[in-house]
């Protein structure tokens, strides 16, 4: 076995299970959960609990995001130290289309992907599968090399069958555990429905296929390069659970001033995702501009927001934490000066 050092983060507290905690899917530290954990919590997004995640003790990167199944697949270490390999090793293998007929992997070559990881069982996942063929179809029509590949968490292979036979694309076979393990781990997979977007190099565009799908659904933005600054959404909520994120809430009557926060947002978010992409890690903030709606009302609810517009926060779910920018115009300065505080641990959370 290689004697390359590894470090390990497990996380493992009590779930809130009342409320609009529970509408937002989130695993909550307990309030004696020390800061440190917290940080560790954010930096690593981690989203259900228990999770188990190996890092490169010499540069802190992260060697696998899905501990748990590491250890359930090779109990000896045989494949110490885990490191991940190329989407085109992982897949390497038959796949199958629902009439029975069975092709290579290597007939995915220049094309982009779609790794879809889903069940029958799974409300949420035969939702997005209905508009997922729709949206498949649509970007196959119009010309675009494009694959999606199913690798299923069903319970039964009849249950897989079912399911299956409601999709146009490929899919990992069902008997294949290993390699459908291997896809998990290599993508660290916490919680389904799941889509990776993959270029035709194998490398990912975006974790989030999934609200892509849904805020896309003429499929005028594929392949779904991430943007700096998202539109709060009933679709792309979810993701207020991964870390701290600067919501910026505005007027929505006003038909151009989401357009505008957006403007003023998109070159501080820029800078701050470059920044920590030069450094191989993900940005320790996502960027959003909240209008007026029924979800937005909610969160402002839930987190006890004053009614003002425009109002700059930044909301730590996981910490139960907020900070607030209560003033009459909002600069980029002003944005720019609250995010480098609260990155340099300067600004004081009001509890959530």
Known sequence: ??????????????????????????PTPTPATGKSQLKLWNKYRISNIPSLIFLDATTGKVVCR???????????????PWGPKPFREVIAGPLL?????????????????????????????RSLTRVLV???????????????????????????????????????????????????????????????VLDPQGEVITRQGRVEVLNDEDCRE??????????????????????????????????????????????????????YKAKEEEAPLLFFVAGEDDMTDSLRDYTNLPEAAPLLTILDMSARAKYVMDVEEITPAIVEAFVND???????PEPI
């Open 1 to 26: 076995m290689s004697e390359e050092p590894r470090a390990l983060i497990h996380a493992e507290v009590v779930r809130a299970t009342d409320g609009f905690e529970r509408s937002w899917d989130s």
């Open 66 to 80: 899905n501990g748990l199944l590491v250890i359930r697949d090779d109990p000896e270490g045989l494949e110490f």
């Open 97 to 125: 289309r629902n009439n029975g007929q069975s092709l290579e992997s290597s007939s995915l070559e220049g094309s982009h992907v779609g790794v879809y990881f889903s069940a029958h069982w799974c409300p949420p996942c």
């Open 134 to 196: 729709e949206s498949y179809r649509k970007i196959k029509e119009a010309g675009q090399k494009f694959e999606i590949i199913f690798v299923s968490a069903d319970r039964s292979e009849d249950s897989f069958k079912q399911y299956f036979s409601e999709m146009p694309w490929l899919a990992v076979p069902y008997t294949d555990e290993a390699r459908r393990s291997r896809l998990n781990r290599l993508y660290g997979i916490q919680g389904i429905p799941t889509l990776i």
């Open 222 to 275: 594929f392949p779904w390069h991430p943007k700096p600054v998202l539109e709060l959404s009933d679709s792309n909520a979810v993701q207020l659970n991964e870390g701290p994120c600067l919501v910026l809430f505005v007027d929505s009557e006003d038909d151009g001033e989401s357009e505008a926060a957006k403007q003023l947002i998109q070159p501080i978010a820029e800078k701050i995702i470059a920044k």
């Open 342 to 348: 609260f990155l340099a641990e300067k600004l004081k």
